[in-house]
């Protein structure tokens, strides 16, 4: 237990140098997809696709707020974490820039659902003052930043719910849910523009390759700050977590 | 208790983290060449290079008028989240140590 943040830094550095070494990918610039990039009938699609999710995802959250009126700065803090992660655009071993999403701590702490929605609030922030991201290509983006992300964030977390490296559970939620979000955007890129030759793994292996491999190292940064903020959480709202029930009683 | 007994070595573990995370940021940029921008350029050369006809078909409704207001949004974002995450941990913080049980 107490090693774990030291070996977290080991397994990071480690990591770190072998991208290094491995060499170095054309500079890229790994984001949601853009305002107007993608064809109608898909645009549509992912919206279809992401509504229902939003829509229980405010129910959850709606729920929790009304069962547990406490919790509701715990909220607001998964929220803001997934706010400034996202404003964060660091550089990558690819010589370009990316942000992280910061969905793998509410996804942890309240289930994925009620990152649908606090991810998606990121999203239209983004998309309407920022030009970033679009309202058009929300519902992909939804997609794999506030679903497909938080479920697995949710996912591996589960995995480890039993065991007392809850640190590490933590660490590894966060990152592969960052990193599982950008390979959904290269899939929802390819099959939308599959390649004249290759068809759709040309393409995904094309996207995949832009998107994809800038967020490696980010991950493990999400990872990384995602655990330090579950410390904090760890230290001083033990009463919270306890009624999240994600904090082993007598651990 | 055991929460108060593991404190001290936890903010240490927290000031690595805050390294590592910095160190991953930092080391790319001295070892790596690149452009290090190009908002989302990358993806959009992608798809022109795949489907060479593609025509974005909506605007984004409002976009930055310079470089200089999208930055201040940025930043905006980021400093009104880490207010509240500050705001959040502060308030449980001093809600810990206040308790009579809390310190040893």
């Given amino acids: ?251 | 208790m055991e929460t108060q007994y593991r404190q001290k070595p936890q903010k240490q573990g927290n000031w690595l983290i805050v390294f590592a995370v910095i160190a991953l940021a930092v080391l790319p940029l001295i070892f790596v060449k690149g452009e290090y921008g190009g908002a989302d350029g990358e993806a959009e050369e992608a798809i022109g290079e795949i489907q060479p006809d593609y025509e974005p078909w909506f605007e984004a409704v409002f976009e930055p008028p310079s470089g200089e207001i999208e930055s201040l949004l940025f930043v905006s974002q980021a400093a009104i989240g880490a207010g509240v995450i500050g705001y959040a941990i502060g308030f449980y913080r001093g809600r810990t140590e206040r308790k009579p049980s809390g310190k040893e």
Wanted: with cysteine; hydrophobic share 60%.
């Fill in chain 1, 1 to 251: 237990m107490k090693l774990n943040p030291r070996i977290l830094q080991l397994v990071a550095m480690a990591a770190l140098s072998l991208y290094l070494v491995v060499g170095v990918a054309p500079p890229a610039q790994a984001m949601h997809i853009m305002e107007g990039f993608l064809p109608v009938g898909w645009a549509v699609f992912w919206w279809i696709v992401s509504l229902p999710f939003f829509i229980l995802g405010l129910r959850s959250l709606a729920r929790i707020a009304r069962e547990n009126p406490e919790l509701k700065l715990l909220l607001a803090l998964a929220g803001a974490f997934s706010f400034v992660l996202s404003a964060l655009k660091i550089p990558s071993v690819t010589g370009s820039c990316s942000h992280p999403t910061g969905t793998g701590l509410g996804a942890v702490l309240f289930g994925p659902s009620v990152m649908t929605v606090l991810g998606s609030l990121v999203l239209i922030f983004q998309a309407v003052l920022l030009a970033h991201g679009g309202l058009t290509t929300l519902g992909a983006n939804v997609f794999s930043m506030a679903i497909v992300g938080p479920w697995v964030a949710y996912g591996v977390y589960r995995l480890f719910a039993n065991s007392d490296k809850q640190k590490l559970a933590v660490f590894l939620a966060a990152a592969l849910g960052g990193l599982v979000t950008y390979i959904v955007t290269s899939i929802q890129l390819a099959l939308a523009f599959p390649a004249a030759s290759g068809g759709f793994v040309a393409a995904f292996v094309k996207f995949a390759g832009i998107f994809a491999l800038t967020q490696i190292p980010l991950a493990i940064s999400e990872g990384l700050l995602t655990v330090l903020v579950w410390n904090w959480l760890q230290s001083y709202a033990t009463d919270e977590l306890q009624t999240l029930k994600v904090l082993k009683t007598g651990a």
